[in-house]
């Protein structure tokens, strides 16, 4: 009856039942883990037989369908059922399935900027993980040629959330406008990596400013 950390998407999720009489390991029993998703709809049934440690051990991946796979994002329930003595034994955990990072807004201290002047990029995000991971905060500028003219990065610890809360974050990166870049238009993105292997953990947000032509 206790939740779970945060699960991301297509994570494998690997699911331990112990099953005891008086706190003695009762094994060959069969063991049932019902898996529902978000609207309550049951996903997989699956099943396995407890060892000599009382244990049975069952694993399975996240789906992430081809079509609106965000539509499975948000708590999944899991009920495990066993009998013993003719009394049927249950218990339930509950976790979030959802990105690793939430990007909510991307600011800057302006909106025009001339050639040479530093650019001061905030982000505010947050996390539902409850352990510690350390992530890097990357901020890429393209100009209206699509040509980068800078590019900053930060590393970052998340977690320690509640369950069924974010925890929030606001962070500062800085990119300074080469004379070189065109006049026009610019597109900051903002990306969230694990580290190492720079693996995207989050779907990217935008931020549009004017280079004048001065």
Known sequence: MEPADLVVPQQLLCLTAKVTYNWWPVSQKLVKFHIYDNQGNERANLQ?????DGHAYVCFRMPWPNENPEDLLGVWTINVTVSVADVTIYDTITFHYDWLVRIWKVTTDKEEYMHLETVTITVEYGTHAQQYHNVTLTATMLDELLVPVGY???????GGATYCEYTNYTDSLTITIPY????GKATIYIHFVDVPGGVAITPEAKKEIYI???
């Open 48 to 52: 396995n037989v407890t060892g000599d």
């Open 152 to 158: 900053a990065e930060l590393e970052v610890t998340i």
């Open 180 to 183: 070189y870049a065109y006049a």
């Open 212 to 214: 004048l032509p001065l």
